[in-house]
């Protein structure tokens, strides 16, 4: 059974900072895309961050809105991808979810969020 399970999230000041972590199982997660992506209510969900799999560079990418603040990274022996947040805004107020994507051969999974509340 294919999971993908969030953590990390919570209330922080603007300015703090915050890591998340998502736990993958169920799958070979080194041949996977792992992305970040946020939804804020009712706003489109939107991609933050993405770091490909090992077998195509482990490229990484952000959001514009996200540069220079925010750290993806992966550890491929415990299949888990984290996102590193400092210098947070009220704008970055959203569910986080990690997804997984193994396209063109494979599928792709959601997790089900965590809430990152940035507010003073």
């Given at each position: 059974?294919?999971?993908?399970?969030?953590?990390?999230?919570?209330?922080?000041?603007?300015?703090g900072s915050?890591?998340?972590?998502?736990?993958?199982?169920?799958?070979?997660?080194?041949?996977?895309?792992?992305?970040?992506?946020?939804?804020?209510p009712?706003?489109?969900?939107?991609?933050?961050?993405?770091?490909?799999?090992?077998?195509?560079g482990?490229?990484?990418?952000?959001?514009?809105?996200?540069?220079?603040?925010?750290?993806?990274?992966?550890?491929n022996?415990?299949?888990m991808?984290?996102?590193?947040?400092?210098?947070?805004?009220?704008?970055?107020?959203?569910?986080?979810?990690?997804?997984?994507?193994?396209?063109?051969?494979?599928?792709?999974?959601?997790?089900?969020?965590?809430?990152?509340?940035?507010?003073?």
């Amino acid at each position: 059974q294919v999971q993908l399970v969030e953590s990390g999230g919570g209330l922080v000041q603007p300015g703090g900072s915050l890591r998340l972590s998502c736990a993958a199982s169920g799958f070979v997660f080194s041949w996977y895309d792992m992305s970040w992506y946020r939804q804020a209510p009712g706003q489109e969900r939107e991609l933050v961050a993405t770091i490909t799999r090992p077998s195509t560079g482990t490229s990484i990418s952000y959001a514009d809105s996200v540069k220079g603040r925010f750290t993806i990274f992966r550890d491929n022996p415990k299949a888990m991808v984290h996102l590193q947040m400092s210098s947070l805004k009220p704008e970055d107020t959203a569910v986080y979810y990690c997804k997984a994507d193994g396209r063109p051969v494979r599928g792709e999974y959601w997790g089900k969020g965590t809430l990152v509340t940035v507010s003073s």
